[in-house]
């Protein structure tokens, strides 16, 4: 919740993602744990209501900038992605006409990149028909999945109060929240399929307490991959409150509030090889594990050579894609959320004790909610029926990705500008 009123989400659930908002123009944060019949919307493991300035409640005037730059330590792993980011914000809060009227406005923007070395293996299968010295057959890698991701997220965001109390009997409050939010992932690496697919592990290997901690693998197919993914979300919220103290025993409030949350993906995964399944040049390929789990690989293929390399599947794992049954080279994924809530609550209150009963609230709550998801999806084909397409000049950016963290120097970096030559 938002100043006590729910909020819509930018995820394809209720859960609130708290990103959406910029901590820096927040004054609290109440967390309840336990039921609370004043709040309809609580949730099953706890409620979190976010808090604002209240203008009216601060001793003297607040002016408040802050500005932050952001960088890392190792350079950008993906060259269209920021190595640097900043963070700046802006507060204002002050009381008029003898502290009856208040008013607080907000803006913080930021840009954070993040850089992160992933690496996934697919498992660890026996070796068929080999026994090591106790006479069991001994663990080997079944094929490896290692990235480099980059991420660049950008978030402006506008939240603001008008708070009016001419007496202690009445009050009434205006509150307004605005946040763009736009991410973009670049995710790019190589599926290396091993000991579960059509490569050949060579006999010399060195195994470690039943683990083959070194050797080489020939016929290796690597799958490669250039993943983009963009988010683009925009969430509008409003508020208005009014109490009154009627006698001294009985007050009202009521709370109007609408919220609404627009999300939009691109999720474009491209993939690349020496050729179609079962053709084109396969890789020998050295491995061997490093004391923190991640496999370190001799390859014999540049893989940032654009000239070894196609538009295809390298391995035959999209058969069934349309209109093209035995090629699909890439993916795309866009869904399309939105989330809009009108709220609008009434209370009473009669104070002074009845028996053990210090205080009664009744009221009435009434809310509506619409959520749409809408997917589209589609396959990622070569044009005309063909099994593999080369990769447009255009297609290709000058500086490689990086996949030194697992011994493989560059990795050919592809950008969205290719559709001429697919199928959607």
Known sequence: MLNGREQVSTSDNRGVEFDQYPAELLSAAVVYKTPDATLIGQGLTGTVDLRTIRPLDIKERILSVNGFYEFNEDSSLNPDQPRAGFRASAIYADKFLDNTLGFSLGIAHQSTPTQSERFNAWGFPNVEGDLDVNGTQPFVIGGAKPFAQSNDLNRFGVIGTIQYQPSDSFSTSLDFNYSHFDETQSLRGIELPLYWSAAQLQPGFTEVDGLITEGVFTDVKGVMRNDRNDRNA?????????????????????????????????????????????????????????????????????????????????????????????????????????????????????????????????????????????ISQTFLVPAGGATALPIPQEAILDKSTSLEFIGIDGHLSLIRCFSSTMAF
């Open 234 to 374: 925009d969430l509008f919220g409003a508020g208005w409150n009014m109490r009154a103290q009627i006698t001294d025993q009985w007050s009202v409030e009521t709370d109007l509030s609408y919220s609404r949350a627009d999300r939009k993906d691109s999720l474009i995964e491209t993939i690349s090889g020496t050729g179609p399944a079962g053709e084109g040049i396969t890789d020998t390929l050295g491995f061997s594990i490093q004391d923190n789990g991640v496999v370190r690989f001799d390859s014999s293929i540049d893989y940032s050579d654009p000239s070894l390399f196609f538009l295809t599947d390298p391995q035959g794992w999209g058969a069934g894609a349309q209109p093209n049954p035995l090629t699909q080279a890439g993916f795309i994924n866009a869904p399309d959320t939105d989330d809009e809530l009108t709220h609008l609550r009434f209370s009473a209150e009669r104070a002074g004790y009845i028996g053990p009963i210090s205080a009664i609230t009744f009221g009435v709550d009434l809310s509506r909610r619409d959520k749409e998801r809408a």
